[in-house]
């Protein structure tokens, strides 16, 4: 067990549809970072938080958005799902904002299916 | 980041050492190298990394050659819950920023009896 909460953990919806992903880092952990990993794509660098504030963006889609709140829980909304968006979501977390030294520690992810 | 390479796939035998090499040719003299795994569609494991000197812990052995060019990660005695996807990962030193993690395609793992 990492430390890191994920839920859902499965969740289906309909094309068109929002939804949002919940992340509990570690405790004490300030980052928080989403990966997607979809069966063709690999595991892929969303975006990061570090206390509340955004700071790194990886190939997150603009129909993506996430934030980090003052508990320092995280969500990732998705919104205008389509079939592609099928994918496992990670969140992870560490102590620092990401040097190096700084462990990252991975949620067990939240399976999502757009049907 | 640095990019790495590593086998697709290797075999081993429960009990036996696993040694999963990773060639990281183009890593900066303060750049990490961090070894995950991944068991079937779980959250990536965390196993160990390091930066100049050789590393040990509970779950793994690292080794890093001299010219930091490539390293190798021993799994000392391999059993079946060993049978992952690992991931050799070179980290940036985004001092202050970000230093995410930039997954490749691993290493499968595929122990056997």
């Known amino acids: 067990d990492s430390g890191v909460t994920q839920t859902p953990k499965h969740l289906i919806t309909a094309t068109g549809q929002r939804v949002t992903l919940r992340c509990s880092p570690r405790?004490?952990?300030?980052?928080v970072y989403w990966y997607q990993q979809s069966l063709d794509q690999g595991l892929q660098f969303l975006i990061q938080?570090?206390?509340?504030?955004?700071?790194a963006k990886g190939n997150i889609l603009e129909r993506f958005s996430a934030q980090q709140f003052p508990d320092l829980h995280s969500e990732l909304n998705l919104s205008s799902l389509e079939l592609g968006d099928s994918a496992l979501y990670f969140c992870?977390?560490?102590?620092?904002?990401?040097?190096?030294?700084?462990?990252?520690?991975f949620g067990e992810g939240s399976w999502l299916t757009v049907v | 980041d640095a990019k790495t390479t590593q086998p697709p796939s290797m075999d081993c035998a429960e009990g036996r050492a696993a040694n999963l090499p990773c060639n990281h040719s183009?890593?900066?003299?303060?750049?990490?190298v961090y070894w995950y795994r991944q068991i079937h569609s779980q959250g990536p494991q965390y196993i160990i990394h390091?930066?100049?000197n050789n590393e040990t812990n509970e779950m793994a052995s690292l080794i890093i050659t001299e010219d930091r060019k490539s390293s190798t990660l021993i799994l000392p005695h391999a059993t079946l819950r060993d049978t992952a996807v690992y991931y050799c990962?070179?980290?940036?030193?985004?001092?202050?920023?970000?230093?995410?993690?930039?997954f490749g395609t691993g290493t499968r793992l595929q122990v056997t009896l």
């Open positions: 992870a977390s560490s102590v620092g904002g990401g040097g190096p030294g700084n462990t990252i520690y």
């Open positions: 405790s004490g952990d300030l980052s």
């Open positions: 938080y570090y206390n509340g504030e955004e700071r």
């Open positions: 183009t890593i900066s003299g303060n750049e990490y």
């Open positions: 390091g930066l100049k």
């Open positions: 990962i070179v980290r940036a030193p985004h001092t202050g920023t970000a230093s995410k993690l930039t």
